[in-house]
């Protein structure tokens, strides 16, 4: 707590201890610390992960952490919670000999099956989690009533349940030893005062990678979140700087990994801290209890200390109403979501992270791969994708297209069959030299294949081709060549060069488009072609066509749509004047 404090951006989140690394840290325990002692392992895994999280910080590649959706981190925080109260239950109803860190369906399972061996510590289990629901609900209905003191008054339940349940195990264990589970001696003082061990190194390093992960997520939804709330900014790499000083120092002082914590967050935001010194105050009570009243909290009840944590657990469980939202927004964060939670509570934390992760990433490759490319029509004066127009307006001859990505190799080879296949479908193939067929081409002509769609002649001859790129950021070399290919394809369509224009172009993709152009000379060849046509020669008849297009080579860019057709039908009409001279 101190160390955070002097290198944090968050004036509320206060930093230690949470359920869910808590929680996490045991489960990597049973899977990778086999032989080794329990607080060496955690004291490990702590010095690891700060490293790792400061080296994070000083390369400052917290923009990673925004590839994790909030829906993931919804998911498994929901996920870990239930998780966490499952795994309370059997302390909650005095029931021994429960495995609790095995998955929470199996632990479930547990307890039905031994409901016949339910003690007296049940009880004040749910007594406990009784009084604090009354006690939460009742402060929020003063506080409704307009009794702001309400508000402090409510934080103080957890405090008041444990002195008042703490007292009755006390008075009747005095009176018949053991009738209730105490969490029993609790050294005083810092007795972990010293350098962590690194004999199992690569068990802990193997552990601490999703100890990583789970708490830089936690602590930075925890620190956005209150930023929000009050109205600053934080900075994620600075925080996840804190945070690895915090881990990296702290596994010197017996201290397991530490994050940002909701719960607390929450008492110090509502509190009015101003500035993060007021972290001091808090750790200074946490010495003081650590050195003065470890004799005190060994008569803790442990049904009464599960009950608080139960209750105090159910904040990070997202309510119906924010699932609801996700289901009405997106079906692929709803799933995310879903995903999170699920396979946390059925196998565990850690399984549950990476699923999720996983299926985000699958996601959001595919959105990259398979972007929507529209073909646009004129409605009063805007273009609009035709799908959603029920009448529009368009020039003949002159296909309009807008990708809705930047374009990059996992998607060129997208855009560039797509381009051509409703070009294929619904323009008029135009005549073409004779040339040998290929061997993998069929006899008969194949609709979806470009070069030998059997089109009708009702169909209109195309003149022209716009790309809208007010969607699109980047283009790699990739993009490019699939603009070349494009191209080259569209010459052999229409068995002459064919205006390719480009609308509503980024000033900073010029260069790469001119790059384009330079690509697309006649006898320029990038790569090697198949079937490179032959120079052509027009007839008088196709004169106009052939000036048109070297008219409108001169200029590629234009600021809208609208521009970029109103160069074509002027380049046209200057050809037809140009032609006629010549002619007479």
Known sequence: MFLYLFFATSKDVTIGPTAVVSQLVGQVYTQYGQGIDPVIFATSTAIIAGFIELAIGLLNLGILVDFISTPVIAGFTS??????IVQQTPSLLGIRGIDTNQAAFNVLIEVFKNLGITTIDATLGFSTVVFLLLWIYGSRALVKRGHQ???????????????????????????KPNTFRVVGFIPSGLNYIKAPSFDNIGKVFSAAGVIVLVSIMEHIAVTKSFGRVNGYNVDPNQEIIALGLTNFL???????????????????????????????????????????????????????????????????????DVVKNLWNTSFTDFLSFWIGAIVTIFTSIETGIYAAVGFTAVVLLYNIARPKIQVLGKNQNVWKPVQDLNKYESVPGVAVFRIEESITYPNAHYFNETVKEWVASKTKKQHQEEREKL????????????????LTQDKPALRAVIFDFSSVNHIDSSGVQALVDIKRDLDLHTSKPLPVLFANVKHDLIPILKEYQKLVRPNYEVTPMVNQPKAYNPALEEAIEAAAEQHVLSNIFFDSIDDAIAHIELASNDSLSQVNTQVS
Request: net charge positive; glycine share 10%; charged share 10%.
């Open 79 to 84: 996920g870990a919670g239930i998780t966490i």
């Open 250 to 320: 702290g596994s010197f002082f017996g201290g397991f990994a530490a994050t940002g914590s909701f719960s607390r967050s929450a008492v110090k935001s509502r509190s009015g801290v101003k500035t993060p010194a007021a972290g001091i105050f808090t750790a200074t009570i946490v010495l003081i209890s650590i050195f003065l009243l470890t004799n005190v909290f060994q008569h803790i009840p442990n049904a009464a200390l599960s009950g608080v944590i139960i209750v105090a657990i159910t904040d990070l469980i997202s309510r119906p």
């Open 149 to 175: 003191w309400a508000v402090l008054f409510g934080q103080a339940g957890n405090f008041v349940a444990l002195v008042l349940f703490t007292l009755v195990s006390y008075l009747v264990n005095s009176s």
């Open 439 to 454: 061997w993998c081409e069929f006899e008969k002509p194949i609709t979806r294949d470009f070069h030998d769609a059997w």
